[in-house]
C-alpha cells in the first residue's frame, strides 16, 4: 500500500504552543499534500509540497520533505482553539498515469484555550 | 456550483436495502474520487474517475459496490444489499487532472445501515 502514516494519532496542546505532526510514506511521489478535516465531514486542501522542495510555509504553516527517509511534517505555529482538527497527509506515485490521492489514518489535534 | 456537492447528507437504512449517493463535482474538474471513512479512521480509496479513461476500481471492497459517471460530470456510487459494516462517511472528491493539484471535496454522505 502506498498510504501514508501519520504520527502521532493524536496530540493535545496548549493554545500559543506549536504542534507538530508526522507523515511516513512508502514509494517515490511526485508531490505530498496536507489537508484539514473537521468533524468527520469534507477535508480542506492546506499545503502542497513538491518532491524537489525540502521546506514549504504558508501562514502560521510550515512543511517539511525529506525524500530520502520518505517522511514529511507539519508545523502550525502558536496554535489556537480553531486549530482543532484532523490532519492527513496525501501522496501520488511517482510517473503514476493514475491520479490516485492517498491518504494517511490522520493525527487528531486538539488545541485547550 | 462554487464546490463539490453530495446528496443526501445522511441517510439510514435498513441491512439489505440498495442505497445510492451523488456527487457533483467542481465544474470542469474531470477527476473525480470516491473515499469511505468509518468512524475515527483513515480514508479508504474506493474509486478514481478520470475524463473519459476507464475508471480505476481497485478500492471497491466487494462487488456489492459499483459506481458510475455520467457525461464526465456527476457520480453515483451504488451500494447493493447494505450491511451493518457499510455503515461510514462517504466522501467525494474532484481535482483538474496533474500531479501537482489539490483535490477538493465535498461534505460527505453519513450513510447508518441498521
Known amino acids: 500500500s502506498q498510504q501514508g502514516e501519520e504520527d502521532p494519532q493524536a496530540l493535545s496542546i496548549q493554545e500559543g504552543e506549536n504542534a507538530t505532526m508526522n507523515c511516513s510514506y512508502k514509494?517515490?511521489?511526485?508531490?505530498l499534500q496536507w489537508y484539514r478535516q473537521n468533524s468527520g465531514r469534507g477535508l480542506v486542501h492546506l499545503i502542497l509540497?513538491?518532491?524537489?522542495?525540502r521546506e514549504k510555509h504558508s501562514g502560521r504553516l510550515r512543511v517539511t520533505l525529506d525524500t530520502s527517509k520518505k517522511s514529511s511534517s507539519l508545523l502550525i505555529t502558536a496554535s489556537r482553539a480553531a486549530d482543532t482538527a484532523s490532519y492527513f497527509c496525501?501522496?501520488?506515485?511517482?510517473?503514476?498515469?493514475?491520479?490516485?490521492?492517498?491518504f494517511g489514518r490522520g493525527t487528531q489535534l486538539t488545541v485547550w484555550p | 456550483g462554487a464546490g463539490v456537492s453530495q446528496s443526501p447528507s445522511n441517510k439510514v437504512t435498513e441491512k439489505g436495502k440498495d442505497v445510492e449517493l451523488r456527487c457533483d463535482p467542481i465544474s470542469g474538474h474531470t477527476a473525480l474520487y470516491w473515499y469511505r471513512q468509518s468512524l475515527g479512521q483513515g480514508l479508504e480509496f474506493l474509486i478514481y474517475?478520470?475524463?473519459?479513461?476507464?475508471?480505476?476500481k481497485s478500492g471497491l471492497p466487494s462487488d456489492r459496490f459499483s459506481a458510475e459517471r455520467t457525461g464526465g460530470s456527476v457520480s453515483t456510487l451504488t451500494i447493493q444489499r447494505t450491511q451493518q459494516e457499510d455503515s461510514a462517511v462517504y466522501l467525494c472528491?474532484?481535482?483538474?487532472?496533474?500531479?501537482?493539484?489539490?483535490?477538493?471535496f465535498g461534505q460527505g454522505t453519513r450513510l447508518t445501515v441498521v
Open positions: 514509494t517515490s511521489i511526485n508531490n
Open positions: 496525501a501522496t501520488r506515485d511517482r510517473g503514476s498515469t493514475l491520479g490516485r490521492l492517498y
Open positions: 472528491a474532484s481535482s483538474i487532472v496533474g500531479a501537482g493539484t489539490e483535490a477538493f
Open positions: 509540497i513538491r518532491s524537489n522542495e
Open positions: 474517475f478520470q475524463g473519459n479513461s476507464a475508471p480505476d
